[in-house]
């Protein structure tokens, strides 16, 4: 005899069993028996709608598993799309936000200990660091049909310095001027001018600077001081070589040293045994020995000393005495016309040769406007327009400066009959004056009197 349970029809059925997260189902097919029906496609995903199931169905699977009576298997049949979470903000610096002072090594491994790297010069529009932005990231969804919330991208912290913006929609820092960069208070900054507290020595090494350099105390033997703009040294300087493109102040006095402003003037209290070059005036009270040239006037103030040396000046000079007691060889030039003219054509061949390259800039221009017109420059192409422009416009500029310098000697060569020196107490034997191509020896002490031109020859005039 049959038992009849042991006879019982069993159809095959899906078993779906989901992971406590609601992030994936598994589905088990359980075998028919006793002359069971097969489940079918549709029966199997009714199953897993059964149990709420209603995202991230994996039916190709379900039909294959099926198709292929996979019984006993745990297969997966429903997967969540998982949020992907955004990404935090962040940023790029370009530039070391620790300053090491060391001694600059060359690449043949010479270690120059004057050269420290005080100064990180910076021009305007430099970039300093570029940010990238936080992104939200995507939400998710579990196999029920719920949102998942990802983690949203957090903001990158920093600050903008002094001398610093942000530009480019808030994804870079740039230079708003030119300077020395340095990093404070969390920030970078970009400050116009350099304060030196004490001494330019051993401590500071060779200063090269494009702003404003101002230092407090003395320059010392064997050192170096540049600037693209103007110089006050409160001290003094000593065998020590200073070169400005603006104005050079000394508050006490030079010896033995090299001065040189190429557009300013220089100015200070006394002056041994020094070479002195201004594009401006030179203002002292006392100058002995060395050599003087200024683009426009020499000025000896206060006890007014020109003893000893040579002093050329292309317009005039001013002092109180000339010479020496002793006789000190002391050579005298206004006006000298070799200087001038080799200056001007110097800035003539130069003027042509930057002429010929602003034609050249012009037509790359054109042409990459033409190109823009017909489609979009490529980014290349756009940066070439725009570094091509920024070279013009510099160019440009370099060519006004030029022609006006060019009018200026134009016009100090025409005023010949205009120079003097100018001498408020005495000439001393052993002075030459030189005007133009007049030239007058000084033999017997000269007071209170003011060389010129007159009738075809150097004359002294009483002041």
């Given at each position: 005899?049959?038992?009849?349970?042991?006879?019982?029809?069993?159809?095959?059925?899906?078993?779906?069993?989901?992971?406590?997260?609601?992030?994936?189902?598994?589905?088990?097919?359980?075998?028919?028996?006793?002359?069971?029906?097969?489940?079918?496609?549709?029966?199997?995903?009714?199953?897993?709608?059964?149990?709420?199931?209603c995202f991230g169905v994996l039916k190709e699977e379900v039909i294959q598993a099926v198709n292929e009576r996979?019984?006993?298997?745990?297969?997966?049949?429903?997967?969540?799309?998982?949020?992907?979470?955004?990404?935090?903000?962040?940023?790029?610096?370009?530039?070391?936000?620790?300053?090491?002072?060391?001694?600059?090594?060359?690449?043949?491994?010479?270690?120059?200990?004057?050269?420290?790297?005080?100064?990180?010069?910076?021009?305007?529009?430099?970039?300093?660091?570029?940010?990238?932005?936080?992104?939200?990231?995507?939400?998710?969804?579990?196999?029920?049909?719920?949102?998942?919330?990802?983690?949203?991208?957090?903001?990158?912290?920093?600050?903008?310095?002094?001398?610093?913006?942000?530009?480019?929609?808030?994804?870079?820092?740039?230079?708003?001027?030119?300077?020395?960069?340095?990093?404070?208070?969390?920030?970078?900054?970009?400050?116009?001018?350099?304060?030196?507290?004490?001494?330019?020595?051993?401590?500071?090494?060779?200063?090269?600077?494009?702003?404003?350099?101002?230092?407090?105390?003395?320059?010392?033997?064997?050192?170096?001081v540049t600037s693209k703009k103007n110089i006050t040294i409160n001290g003094s300087v000593t065998n020590g070589t200073i070169t400005a493109d603006?104005?050079?102040?000394?508050?006490?006095?030079?010896?033995?040293?090299?001065?040189?402003?190429?557009?300013?003037?220089?100015?200070?209290?006394?002056?041994?045994n020094s070479k002195l070059y201004a594009g401006q005036n030179v203002e002292g009270s006392s100058f002995v020995g060395g050599e003087v040239f200024a683009g426009k006037n020499i000025i000896a103030s206060g006890k007014g000393v020109m003893m000893g040396g040579k002093y050329t000046a292309l317009h005039n000079i001013t002092a109180s005495v000339i010479g020496s007691e002793s006789y000190a060889k002391t050579m005298v030039t206004l006006g000298n016309n070799a200087?001038?003219?080799?200056?001007?054509?110097?800035?003539?061949h130069t003027l042509s040769g930057i002429e010929d390259k602003l034609d050249q800039l012009g037509k790359i221009i054109t042409a990459l406007a033409e190109m823009a017109k017909v489609s979009k420059l490529s980014p290349e192409r756009e940066q070439m327009k725009i570094e091509a422009m920024r070279s013009r416009f510099k160019l440009q500029g370099e060519v006004k400066r030029l022609n006006n310098r060019i009018k200026e000697i134009e016009a100090t060569l025409e005023r010949k009959q205009d120079l003097s020196v100018s001498c408020?107490?005495?000439?001393?034997?052993?002075?030459?004056?030189?005007?133009?191509?007049?030239?007058?020896?000084?033999?017997?002490?000269?007071?209170?009197s003011k060389a010129t031109i007159g009738d075809g020859e150097i004359v002294m005039v009483p002041l």
């Open positions: 005899m049959v038992d009849s349970r042991d006879s019982k029809i069993i159809h095959s059925e899906a078993e779906i069993s989901v992971d406590p997260n609601c992030t994936t189902a598994f589905m088990t097919i359980r075998p028919p028996s006793n002359g069971g029906l097969d489940i079918t496609v549709d029966k199997a995903l009714a199953a897993i709608a059964e149990k709420g199931i996979r019984y006993g298997e745990n297969i997966c049949v429903a997967r969540w799309r998982a949020p992907v979470n955004g990404e935090d903000g962040k940023i790029e610096y370009f530039f070391n936000r620790e300053t090491t002072f060391k001694p600059v090594e060359d690449e043949n491994g010479n270690v120059d200990y004057k050269n420290l790297g005080l100064v990180r010069n910076i021009y305007k529009g430099t970039a300093i660091a570029k940010i990238t932005m936080p992104t939200e990231g995507t939400p998710g969804t579990d196999i029920m049909g719920k949102t998942v919330s990802q983690r949203v991208g957090v903001p990158v912290s920093f600050a903008v310095g002094k001398g610093t913006e942000l530009v480019n929609d808030g994804t870079e820092i740039v230079a708003v001027t030119d300077g020395n960069l340095t990093y404070t208070g969390g920030a970078f900054c970009v400050e116009e001018s350099l304060l030196i507290r004490g001494d330019v020595d051993v401590s500071s090494g060779n200063i090269d600077f494009i702003g404003d350099i101002i230092i407090k105390g003395n320059v010392l033997e064997g050192y170096a603006g104005n050079i102040t000394v508050k006490l006095g030079c010896i033995n040293s090299t001065l040189h402003s190429e557009l300013g003037s220089i100015k200070m209290d006394f002056c041994e200087v001038l003219s080799e200056e001007m054509e110097g800035h003539k408020k107490r005495a000439f001393y034997p052993g002075v030459m004056l030189r005007i133009n191509s007049y030239v007058y020896q000084v033999n017997v002490m000269t007071p209170h």
